[in-house]
């Protein structure tokens, strides 16, 4: 039987401690889920409880289903993790990239080594995550805020990189980039190919990457924290990572239910497959997507983030490579991602445990709210 006092009581304080007004968790463990829970308000200024039916801007919560639809379409044959990004993208053939000087200045030099795509699925690729650089609004501008996938990956394409391929970890757009590759590998619109092969397998009817008003209307209200005033303050129901509407943003661009993104964690935790038989993901490709990728130089930079310190980084997901400083609780190989509003989601193929919170709040708070779900989650479960 299992006991999950302990986190409502934790939940029903973050109103008051780290000032997100609302949000939902779902747990599951060996394929079904075993906790849900809801606390605070979907919209604090109009006195709406939270009742986990809202939707939800996944921000770099997307991260995690767009690398799982990327590796269904390298399982299909697409494309090799190892074959150049050009080979898809040919504006990426020639891309600098920048050699800053000491007083931050710089001059460009062609690439020494190719931008391949496992370098996309684990953020070496050399690009950066400046979404208001003048290329991107450029295209914005001129295609009057519709910004086709296509025509933004060639904006990207002419900023030069900040490093050589493979030369450091660095938070970036590779995942929108890599979106934009599927699409040209598979020949299928991004957002297309995703519906087809996670969220029809898994019954996902609540996922989307358009805003409808009917879906705003559903959808949590927005909160960014304010540090001065030490509150959450209305942000407005926006997503400033999607260019336009005809943008597919593999990054950022996830709009679902918790509910509907517990099916995608659900699956993944049992090695690939949903209660209801289908497959979406091959238990060996599960197992390649949480494993560290990183060497040791990329491992010091990606080490600095708090919530990685005992973490790795896979084919787009931290992944827990030893106990250490932090203690969730979690086992070797546990792996997720999270998203600038806080949603979480945490897969565990070995004990068979997935975890997903949402909430709606930019500055989010994560650091604090993030592990100790994870650790009193495994706790409740016996672990």
């Known amino acids: 039987m299992y006991t999950f006092s302990d986190l409502e009581k934790y939940l029903d304080t973050i109103p008051v401690k780290e000032k997100t007004p609302g949000g939902s968790v779902r747990v599951y463990h060996h394929g079904k889920e075993v906790f849900r829970y809801s606390f605070g308000y979907a919209d604090r200024e109009e006195g709406i409880k939270m009742t ?24 299909e044959g697409a494309f ?6 050009w080979w898809y993208l040919p504006e990426f053939k020639d891309t600098q990239v920048k050699v800053y000087n000491p007083d931050c200045s710089f001059y460009l030099v062609p690439q020494k080594r190719e931008m391949v795509i496992q370098d996309l699925f684990t953020m070496s690729a050399g690009l950066n995550y400046d979404t208001s650089n003048p290329e991107i609004r450029k295209v914005v501008e001129e295609t009057h805020d519709v910004a086709p996938t296509r025509e933004i990956m060639k904006a990207i394409a002419k900023m030069p990189l900040e490093y050589q391929p493979r030369e450091r970890w660095a938070y970036s757009l590779g995942h929108d980039v890599l979106a934009g590759l599927v699409e040209v590998a598979t020949g299928v619109r991004f957002s297309e190919y995703m519906k087809k092969v ?3 397998p898994l019954g996902m009817t609540k996922s989307t990457f358009r ?6 209307a559903q959808m949590a209200q927005q909160y960014t924290y304010d540090y001065e005033k030490g509150e959450a303050l209305v942000r407005g129901k926006h997503n400033g990572y999607v260019f336009g509407s005809e943008y597919d943003s593999g990054g950022a661009g996830l709009i679902t239910t918790i509910d509907d993104y517990g099916k995608f964690v659900q699956a993944m935790s049992c090695g690939g497959k ?18 560290n990728m990183l060497d040791e130089k990329r491992m ?3 080490s600095t983030w708090r919530n990685n310190a005992e973490y790795g980084y896979g084919l787009g ?3 827990k490579i030893y106990e250490g400083w932090g203690g969730n609780n979690c086992s070797i190989g546990e792996f997720g991602w999270d998203g600038a509003a806080g949603s979480l989601c ?3 193929p070995e004990r068979e445990i997935g975890i997903v919170y949402t909430q709606h709040m930019l500055n989010p708070h994560h650091e604090q709210i993030h592990p100790r779900i994870k650790m009193m989650v495994n706790h409740a479960l016996g672990y």
């Open 211 to 216: 805003v409808t008003d009917e879906i705003k």
């Open 80 to 85: 090799l993790l190892s074959e150049p990004v």
């Open 300 to 302: 010091a930079q990606f």
């Open 346 to 348: 945490s897969i565990d």
């Open 274 to 291: 949903a209660p209801n038989g289908k497959r979406i993901l091959a238990p060996s490709t599960v197992k390649l997507m949480g494993t």
């Open 52 to 75: 986990g039916d809202e939707y939800y801007f996944m921000y770099s919560a997307t991260k995690p289903l767009t690398c799982a639809t990327a590796l269904h379409a390298w399982e």
């Open 317 to 319: 997901v931290r992944t």
């Open 198 to 200: 996670i969220f029809e």
